[in-house]
Nanobody, 123 residues
Framework: QVQLVESGGGLVQPGGSLRLSCAAS????????MGWYRQAPGKQRELVAT???????NYADSVKGRFTISRDNAKNTVYLQMNSLKPEDTAVYFC?????????????????WGQGTQVTVSK
């Protein structure tokens, strides 16, 4: 099994910054893509940013130029640096790992989600 543990959420004022981290652990052989999604109250979960094992990134239009996703493949860890935060960024942020191959059977791939971390942007 694979577990994803997020950290770094919290309360920040508009214009401030936060850095989220997500570490994957368990019987990991490789992870193709890691990313962040968010869900605000009353809204559907939406993509924030993703990064492949090769470093290709994808961002939601709403966060381009403000958020930066990065990854340490050796540590199976993904980061999300969030700058110039706005109240509309308030949400629970979920870490995602997709195309996960385990040491048990590397021929199969899986997707995993973290428990989520709250980010609140408010005065």
């Amino acid at each position: 099994q694979v577990q994803l543990v997020e950290s770094g959420g919290g309360l920040v004022q508009p214009g401030g910054s936060l850095r989220l981290s997500c570490a994957a652990s368990g019987s990991i052989y490789s992870i193709y893509v890691m990313g962040w999604y968010r869900q605000a109250p009353g809204k559907q979960r939406e993509l924030v940013a993703t990064i492949t094992s090769g470093g290709s990134t994808n961002y939601a239009d709403s966060v381009k130029g403000r958020f930066t996703i990065s990854r340490d493949n050796a540590k199976n860890t993904v980061y999300l640096q969030m700058n110039s935060l706005k109240p509309e960024d308030t949400a629970v942020y979920f870490c995602n790992a997709d195309g996960v191959r385990t040491t048990v059977n590397p021929a199969l791939t899986y997707q995993y989600w973290g428990q989520g971390t709250q980010v609140t942007v408010s005065k």
